[in-house]
């Protein structure tokens, strides 16, 4: 497969960057570990690729009480950073926030850290339950300057299309076939896991959400540019013939998040 203009893999032009903040199970780090077991289970070619574990400070500026106590978190924080220097996250530095900003406002001082052209942002509430061939998509917005995200399936996006068309009455424009990707155009933007084009983010995602703390960029008006996720009838991309396919699947409620 080629890899763009400069003949660079995927695991050299992409960063991944997980963010997380104070939640029951803290200090816990269960929820970042099977989190980052799934990378490596299920993201191809991806091994050496940088990760930056953005954590959320835990004090939010209107005293809002949080979902685990400080001391919680700060075991958390701490267990996050023996994780990282025993080598169990991968190639993988931490940012650590003084103060609560919410995932919007942590996901763009993480951006400003990021120097790769793409970016594969992950909650820490989502793990990959499927093989992804994250190159095939990183070839496929290659090829097309017009794709600036590409989303990952989940149980509330399989039929996409259908369920645009039952549940709104819009009819999608047609799948687009690029690089050997089927892709599906999207109406909006979803936080959970996706691939977007960095300065894409800096420029026209973030600036366009004019977010406030706690706040994120899902669904909130403002140019977000064309839109795609992966065909889930595309069996090249998930490795099945199986057409009902996730890719991702929600932690929440399996372990008490």
């Not at 050299?12 to 803290?26: C, E, G, K, Y």
């Not at 990760?51 to 004090?59: I, S």
């Not at 979902?67 to 530095?93: D, H, I, K, N, V």
Request: proline fraction near 6%.
């Amino acid at each position: 497969m080629a890899y763009g203009e400069a003949g660079a893999p995927p695991s050299d032009r992409l960063t991944i960057v997980v963010t997380t903040s104070p939640i029951p199970s803290h200090p816990s780090p269960v929820l970042l570990r099977t989190l980052f077991s799934s990378f490596q289970k299920h993201l191809l070619q991806l091994e050496r690729c940088q990760r930056l574990l953005v954590c959320d400070g835990f004090t939010h500026p209107e005293g809002r009480k949080q979902l685990c106590s400080e001391e919680a978190y700060e075991g958390f924080l701490a267990a996050a950073e023996e994780l990282c220097l025993q080598g169990e996250l991968g190639p993988c530095r931490i940012l650590r926030l003084g103060s609560c900003h919410g995932y919007g406002l942590a996901l763009t001082a993480a951006l400003k850290e990021v120097s790769t052209e793409y970016v594969l942002v992950v909650q820490h509430d989502w793990i990959f339950v499927r093989e992804v061939e994250i190159a095939r998509a990183v070839a496929a917005m290659d090829a097309d300057s017009d794709i600036k995200y590409i989303g990952m399936q989940s149980l509330t996006t399989l039929g996409y299309a259908r369920r645009m068309r039952l549940r709104y009455g819009l009819e999608l424009p047609p799948a687009r076939h690029v690089a050997g990707v089927c892709l599906v155009p999207q109406l909006l933007w979803y936080d959970k896991p996706h691939i977007c084009r960095t300065e894409h983010y800096r420029q026209v995602v973030l600036p366009a959400a004019r977010m406030d703390v706690c706040q994120n960029p899902e669904r909130r008006p403002g140019s977000r540019g064309i839109l795609f996720r992966f065909n889930n009838n595309n069996n090249n991309i998930n490795n099945s013939s199986n057409n009902n396919i996730r890719v991702i699947l929600t932690l929440r409620r399996r372990l008490g998040c």
